[in-house]
């Protein structure tokens, strides 16, 4: 029983020795130098170095909306959906069915909301555009935000 126990401890001092003594290496970015004439502090170089865009922060936000507005559409069609398989399963029975009824209509109720505040995001976003910048609000698929 001693003898197990020293084994086991070896083995876990090992363990963990192991670990330390090859431990990896950092694989950490090299940042380009910067021989700009025209960019004394290197912010251009900062920018492209560190992978991040310059987007507007009002496209991002609107965006980001539009986005979480698209999953709630999605979850009101899957509602609406499962409500259709439970009406269809019901089998006649009439508390099934006026289930299946209830979420139909709230999920259509839920679906107008989120319809209506896509419309009122579009007309918002579009307003604050043409607003700042002067120009007409661009359309078509490519500029969707």
């Known amino acids: 029983m001693k003898n197990k126990k020293i084994w086991q401890s070896l083995i876990v001092f090992l363990f963990i020795f192991s670990f330390l003594l090859f431990g990896y290496q950092a694989f950490a970015a090299n940042i380009p130098t910067c021989d700009r004439k025209d960019d004394p502090l290197g912010l251009d170089c900062v920018k492209e170095s560190s992978g991040l865009s310059d987007a507007d922060p009002r496209i991002i936000i609107v965006k980001i909306i539009n986005v979480s507005l698209g999953l709630l559409g999605i979850i009101a069609t899957v509602l609406i959906i499962y409500s259709g398989f439970l009406w269809m399963t019901s089998g006649g029975e009439q508390t099934k069915v006026d289930k299946a009824r209830k979420i139909i209509f709230s999920a259509i109720i839920g679906l107008v909301i989120i319809l209506m505040?896509?419309?009122?995001?579009?007309?918002?976003?579009a307003s604050l555009f043409e607003a700042t910048t002067g120009n007409v609000y661009p359309t078509g698929s490519y500029y969707y935000y």
Do not use: H, L, M
């Open 117 to 125: 505040a896509f419309a009122i995001t579009r007309y918002v976003s």
